[in-house]
Each structure stands twice: as C-alpha cells, then as structure tokens.
C-alpha cells in the first residue's frame, strides 16, 4: 500500500527496516474516535505501520470489539481500547500522535460549517485531555469543520498554558489525494508521478488545489482549470450524495489521514525529507491558519513553504477565500473563549 508521503515512496519503502539495520517501531499513537467509519480504517492501516509500537483506540461506543478485533493482526503495535469520558485520560496518556477523527459526519443539503454546534464542542473536550495528559503530542485533526476546529483545537491549548503551533495540525491531505488522483486521470499520468499542493482551508471555495505547481510540469487550459478547481472543492460533496444520508467519505479519508500521520512520525523519527500540505499556524497570508505545505520534522512543523508563482486565477482565489476562512477562525476562537 502506498500511504505514504512524498511521491514514489511506498510507506514500505520508507518505515520498513534496510538489511542489517534493526528499526524499532516506537511511537505511541492515539485515535480519539476509532470505532467510527474514519476511525476503523485508519487503525487498521496504523495497526499495519511498523512506526508504531503502542495503538491506543478511544471512543464512546463499540471501541472494545473493534480494539479486539485489530489486536489479532500480527503486526508489532499493541493495540489497546478505551472507552468514553473516564477513559480518555489514559488513551492519551503520554502520546506522540494523536489523532481526531470523531465528530458527526454531514448528510446530503449540509455544508462542514453546520456540524459545528455538535463537534466544536467534541473537539473541545478532546484536546483539553490532550493537553493535560500529553502535553507534547502531535494533534491532527480531521473532525470537522477543520477550518474551526484548528482554531478551537489552539485556543483550548493556549488555555491550558502548552500551545506549541508547529505540533498542531489539520488533516488536509485528502484535498490532495483527490487533486492528485483527478490529474493523474484527466492527463493521462501515471497516479505514482502526480503532485498537486493544495493550500487554503477545507470546506468549498476555501480549497484551492495550486494546479500551476503540478508535479510533473503539466498545461492545463482554462476549461480544464476551472473543472479540476471546482470538482476538487466539491469532491466532498461528490461523496456525501452518493452516499445518501449514511456519512461522508471514510476510506479515502483514513488512507489520506494515515498517510498523514505516517508522515508526522516519519518527521518525528528524523526524517529529514518529509513534506505535506496541511492547515496550520503560519503566516503565509495574514489570517492566523491557512493550509499550505510544510516540511515535517522533530518537533513537528519545520518550517512553512511560502506561497510563491502562483497564477493570476490562483492569486484571484485565494483573495477570494480569505473572508470565509477569517470568519471561520474567530467563530472557533470565540467558542472557547466565551464568556460562560
Ligand atoms: P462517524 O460518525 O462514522 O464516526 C465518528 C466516531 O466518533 C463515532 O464512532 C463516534 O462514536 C465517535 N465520537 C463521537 N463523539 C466522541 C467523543 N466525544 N469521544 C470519542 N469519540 C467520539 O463519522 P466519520 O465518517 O468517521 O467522520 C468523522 C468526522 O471526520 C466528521 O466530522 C467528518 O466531517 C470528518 N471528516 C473530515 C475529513 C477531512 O478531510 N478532514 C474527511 C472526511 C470526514
Ligand atoms: C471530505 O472532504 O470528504 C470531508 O470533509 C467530509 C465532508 O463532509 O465532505
């Protein structure tokens, strides 16, 4: 399975130990949210990482026959289970990684932004135990509307006094995955070849796939740019109506949030060439998040490619963007920090 990171690099190829070189698998890494439908594929495909010594599966339901099920695989990591509020505490407990993806799912007619009533307040309660109990963990979070669920992921932090902006993350791979899967068909490339950064936010106009920076150098004309652009940003969508009312799309989404998090403990294990885009705390642009593509390492965000050549329609897109991304961020911000 190529889960992994950089083109052409299998995550075989990158986390398997070379002949005569013994590689521990030593991470701790947590999935808050395990037993749903991102939450049960994406440990498996963790349960498969040789990067990983201790699984540790939370969530409110069903977590223990998932945790049993997993733990009969005979790959290294130990899979254990934890189940609701009480538990939490030790599901998260020292981690290196941890992993969000529990939240409710849109059904077909809802936009990211209305799920935020049900998981501003799921993410909340999440990272406060993070930040109590793993204090150095590297967070990615794939709950949405990830547009305020960073800012609120930040704030709950900064309450807590262990705020560290290269450690947080939104999981925004899977905007890659699709842009890179989209070229490669609509060009007629080889899928392994193609890389398409895509920077911005998540949620509609606010994703916008940097096609001028494909890699290999492709032309598109306007036509083109225009579909690519707009059947990327909608792509959620895309799944969300095929799948009529039962969730939104999991498997795409676990093998890209296991991609990115193979790529986080690659940059953790000293890996000194591992590149992804994701939202983050930056200054590329003067809003406090945006997603743009950073270099991974020790301590987590190494540091932030600029946003660079990008074509005027590019340019006029991400102008375009910023209001509903700046709205985004202060409504997650204002949720932690209203008055009680
Ligand atoms: P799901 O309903 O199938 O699973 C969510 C799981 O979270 C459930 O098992 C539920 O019991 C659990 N959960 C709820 N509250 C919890 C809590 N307080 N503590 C622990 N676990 C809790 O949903 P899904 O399809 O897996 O989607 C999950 C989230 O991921 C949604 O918000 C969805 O919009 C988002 N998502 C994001 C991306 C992205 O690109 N970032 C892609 C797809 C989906
Ligand atoms: C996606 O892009 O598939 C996710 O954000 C889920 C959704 O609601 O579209």
Not at 41 to 64: E, G, Q, T, Y
Not at 126 to 133: F, G, I, S
Not at 167 to 172: D, K, S
Not at 234 to 253: D, F, I, N, P
Request: net charge neutral; hydrophobic share 40%; aromatic share 4%.
């Amino acid at each position: 399975a190529q889960i992994n990171s950089r083109r052409c690099r299998s995550a075989a190829a990158t986390a398997l130990p070379r002949p005569g070189e013994a590689r521990a698998s030593t991470y701790k890494v947590s999935v808050l949210g395990a037993a749903g439908g991102i939450g049960q594929p994406l440990s498996l495909l963790l349960k498969m990482s040789p990067l990983i010594s201790d699984l540790r599966l939370h969530d409110i339901a069903n977590v223990k026959g998932v945790t049993a099920d997993l733990s009969h695989c005979n790959t290294p990591a130990q899979v254990s289970g934890f189940m609701g509020p009480e538990e939490l505490a030790e599901a998260v407990r020292d981690a290196d990684l941890v992993v969000i993806p529990a939240g409710v799912p849109r059904k077909p007619g809802m936009t990211r932004d209305d799920l935020f009533n049900v998981n501003a307040g799921i993410v909340q309660s999440l990272v406060e135990a993070v930040a109590k109990h793993a204090p150095k963990a590297l967070i990615n979070v794939i709950c949405n509307p990830v547009n305020s669920t960073v800012p609120i992921a930040a704030e709950v932090l900064k309450k807590q006094g262990v705020y560290d902006p290269a450690r947080l993350f939104g999981v925004t791979t899977l905007d890659v995955v699709r842009s890179n899967t989209f070229v490669a068909e609509a060009k007629g490339l080889r899928l392994i070849d193609v890389d398409v950064p895509v920077v911005g936010g998540h949620a509609g106009g606010t994703i916008l796939p940097l096609l001028s920076k494909t890699k290999p150098r492709v032309e598109f004309t306007a036509e083109e740019i225009e579909s690519l652009t707009k059947r990327i940003q909608e792509a959620g969508t895309e799944v969300v109506q095929a799948k009529a009312g039962t969730g939104s799309a999991t498997l795409s989404m676990a093998y890209a949030a296991a991609r990115f998090a193979e790529s986080c403990l690659r940059g953790l294990d000293g890996d000194t060439d591992v590149y992804e885009c994701s939202y983050v705390q930056c200054d590329v642009t003067e809003l406090p998040f945006f997603a743009t593509r950073v270099k991974l390492g020790r301590k987590g965000v190494e540091a932030v490619v600029p946003i660079e050549g990008i074509s005027e329609y590019e340019q006029r897109a991400l102008e375009a963007m910023k209001p509903e991304l700046k709205a985004s961020i202060e409504k997650g911000a204002a949720f932690v920090n209203k008055e009680p």
